[in-house]
T-cell receptor, first 114, second 118 residues
Framework: EPEVTQTPSHQVTQMGQEVILRCVPI?????FYWYRQILGQKVEFLVS????????KSEIFDDQFSVERPDGSNFTLKIRSTKLEDSAMYFC????????????FGQGTRLTVV | AQKVTQAQTEISVVEKEDVTLDCVYE???????LFWYKQPPSGELVFLIR??????QNEISGRYSWNFQKSTSSFNFTITASQVVDSAVYFC???????????????FGTGTLLAVQP
């Protein structure tokens, strides 16, 4: 069964450093998302991406965050200058359509900012 | 305002008991989707079910069943004859149609931790 793959599974970084989280979505998916989950809390929407541009973003997704899909396969989330409060599990997800299909999630990348 | 409430933070049952996880949602949209996801201790999010707002039929899949009641804005999830492997955090989520084109972001509840004891 096809799956969404995220790398790395765990990343530790120093405050102020840039990190890039990578995702390989399922090949026939057209809509892509990043969500995050601070430890023990609910899963929160960050950004949705369709047709090579951001279609929606949350208040969390400020200027420190960016997404791109440079080569048509990898979908990346970049955090420019990490803060302690960016420590969380980051999930990539993809779906075939906007409303009539479910989103398939990757296994997540645990980001720890020290 | 869109919101998903899972009032039960933790539930503990003994194996073979039935358990119901509650989910109440708020939305102004008439077209929306409701979801349940399972998050086992390994951390991934596993899709369980999607329901659209026009389909109030209850659904059963093996030991799992879902009760969607628009009148009470609830989408409850029942596990029959629970097993230890059902131990996980369960999230209810809502997806609205949005404006200016479709968007599919999921609004999650805070989750219910289900512990099934042997």
């Amino acid at each position: 069964e096809p799956e969404v793959t995220q790398t790395p599974s765990h990343q530790v970084t120093q405050m102020g450093q840039e990190v890039i989280l990578r995702c390989v979505p399922i090949s026939n998916h057209l809509y892509f998302y990043w969500y995050r989950q601070i430890l023990g809390q609910k899963v929160e929407f960050l950004v949705s991406f369709y047709n090579n541009e951001i279609s929606e973003k949350s208040e969390i997704f400020d200027d420190q965050f960016s997404v791109e899909r440079p080569d048509g396969s990898n979908f990346t989330l970049k955090i420019r200058s990490t803060k302690l409060e960016d420590s969380a599990m980051y999930f990539c997800a993809g779906s075939r359509g906007p409303m009539n299909t479910e989103a398939f999630f990757g296994q997540g990348t645990r980001l720890t900012v020290v | 305002a869109q919101k998903v409430t899972q009032a039960q933070t933790e539930i503990s049952v003994v194996e073979k008991e039935d358990v119901t996880l509650d989910c109440v949602y708020e939305t102004r949209d008439t077209t929306y989707y409701l979801f349940w996801y399972k998050q086992p201790p390994s951390g991934e999010l596993v899709f369980l079910i999607r329901r659209n707002s026009f389909d109030e039929q209850n659904e059963i899949s093996g030991r799992y069943s879902w009760n969607f009641q628009k009148s009470t804005s609830s989408f409850n999830f029942t596990i029959t004859a629970s097993q230890v492997v059902d131990s996980a955090v369960y999230f209810c989520a809502l997806s609205e149609m949005g404006y200016g084109g479709a968007t599919n972001k999921l609004i999650f509840g805070t989750g219910t931790l289900l512990a099934v004891q042997p």
